[in-house]
């Protein structure tokens, strides 16, 4: 079994968050430590611990992660002027929350390539 991690206390409701989206697969929220003037996590409600466990995932599920994400973004009006979407995997990535997370960066210009 997985380590209960802050995100899984997020989505229980047990600490609070900043919830921008929700709908039946994802919940959406503003990053504690925000690194532009809009950084938002998306996860599923399904977990899973990293992207690489999505190798073994139904890519109906994989795609739900997604579809919430792109509506998120677009629910908060980030489509016209763009924006990043970033997963960290493993230690290399600078993943630091076992629990598959994405980020939506926007509302700055971007730079590339990334840090
Ligand atoms: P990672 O480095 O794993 O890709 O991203 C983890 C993100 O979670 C970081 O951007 C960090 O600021 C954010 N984070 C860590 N703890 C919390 C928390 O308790 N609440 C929220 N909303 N974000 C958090």
Not at 28 to 41: E, G, K, N, T, W
């Amino acid at each position: 079994m997985s380590e209960v991690t802050i995100f899984d206390r997020v989505l229980a409701g047990e600490i609070p968050a900043q919830v921008v989206y929700e709908d039946e697969h994802v919940l959406a929220f503003q990053d504690i430590m925000p690194q532009a003037p809009i950084h938002v996590l998306v996860i599923p409600k399904q977990k899973k611990r990293c992207y690489d466990d999505l190798a073994d995932t139904n890519p109906e599920e994989v795609g739900q992660l997604f579809v919430g994400a792109a509506r998120a973004a677009r629910a908060l009006g980030l489509a016209e002027n763009g924006y990043r979407v970033v997963i960290n995997h493993g230690r290399d990535g600078q993943q630091t929350v076992d629990y598959i997370h994405l980020h939506l960066l926007a509302g700055r210009q971007m730079i590339w390539p990334p840090g």
